[in-house]
């Protein structure tokens, strides 16, 4: 048995000591950099700027961004231990306003790098240790930036406008409140989103169906507010990229972000859309017969198989599974994975402001990252476990790139933790874990892939279409009868949809802080999947292959780092490999 206290609580005075000399000194420091920066400014504006003068710029802009980074990281971390510390509220607000300050300052050296020829680029970044990609993207985004006063109008402008918007999401969203009527022992008591969420996961059939229809009574009843504000992200997000940026069409400013070639996202999402249905339709009828029910529904998703209590893994136990199922590829992997904890960087304990959820946080590449993650037992806390350290591990591994590069770009970010994942899976399957666990497991990986590459595919392809729709002046309703086509086209004859499901748009996030950011979850999760088809072939000799994955960072596009290990490319035949996996673990399920 683990008591809370046992449970390791990360030492963040490592990083800084609260109301420190040193963070006042930090803070200091970082507008002092960048006041002394300035005096670049006239000579990059001239774009007289020798060999010599341009590594000093780079090497000053470098230093006041690891400060930024540092400066940041504490903020958000003290923050995410404890939510209701008013004195980090106010250092965080505090510091928001230093950094907005920096960037605008800083932001002559991103237009001086711009504004070279391309020969005059590459004989000032020639045989530059590092930094070289993230230069070289800096360029790439040359014909979508406008002029430097425009640029500096619309940054500005975001704050009271679509930032704004976004918040108003947040705000309204966050403080929905759930009936709990469903449920006899908290009769009466109000319930959060996370609370209700619980319950979708229910082994009633007909609590997960109540949870869910007090769900979209609450997003329902606002939808027409909610399908407002959706409007007016989609179309600022278009004006400002396809009218003023000149991008072909508005997932392409994301594609561009993401370092991908429009024609792998489009290879991706059109793969995704005849293979998820046909597979994701046979694990759902595999469910129902399963779980011996007479129709399926939407309700029943992510119904438990066993609904079993599961036996608590203490915590010590846990780490060690993760450590045993990570060096399974390689002993080093595991090792840096177990040098979190030991670095004391590892927040499991159950706190009472603690944010929910689990992160793991890189800050510099020579630190050790830090994870959070409120440890409850469970299995799935294992894999939690499993997953941050996965990220950990990765950033620990690019150490060597620089601060710019050194944490990999979104469509690999999930690599290490999502591979560490399935090699914790691997070891509850072979029985080596030392519990059974079998058909639990499966479910486990499946109800993931499911929810990962199914789910987020076609919310990726409802979004498209919802950009164009609103473009072409739709209504609340239009969008939300798209929504349920779209369901229809994902599930086919494997279960029932209520029409209150009409409204799921609504309360995905990603839509309104990050438009066109989902399709990164199923690029990831099929990548890690068809790694796993290698690793599967080759067995141990696959780990310096996936070790030079992570270390590369972001130094080079996805696409190369993948093709430096061998990988790729990332053609139909690639992501429908990825399927393939996922059609394995269902046959293992009969
Ligand atoms: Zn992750």
Redesign the pocket.
Known sequence: MTTNDNLPHWNLSLLYEADSPELARDTGETLALTERFLRWRDKARRGDVTKEEFRLMLDEYVRIREREIRLSSYAGLAFAQDTQDQKILSFQGKLEEILAEVGNKTLFFVFFWQSLEDDESERLSEGLPAHRHWLKRLRTNKPHTLSEPEERIISLKDITGRDAVTTLYDTITGRYKFRSHFDPSRKGKELSREELSVYFRSPDPKTREEAYKEFYRVYGGDGPLIAQIFQAISRDWRIENVNLRGYPHPQAARNNRNDLPGEVVESLLSVSKSEAPRIFGAYFKKKRELLKLETFRRYDLYAPYSGADEEEVPFDAALNLVKEAFSELSPDLAKLAMSVNESEHLSARLLPNKRSGA??CSVLPEDCPWVLMSYKGRRQDVFTLA??L??ASHSLLAKDKGVMEFEATLPL??TA??FGEMLLAKKYLDGSAGVDGGRDVLFHVLDDAYATVGRQAFFALFEIEAHDMVFRGATADELSRAYLKNLETQFGDSMTVGGEFAWEWTCIPHFFQSPFYVYAYTFGQLLVYSLWNVFEKEGKAFAPKLIRILSLGSSASPADILASAGVGPLNDEFWAGGYGVIERFLNALS
């Open positions: 992160f793991c997953h941050e996965g990220h970010a999930e933790s999502t």
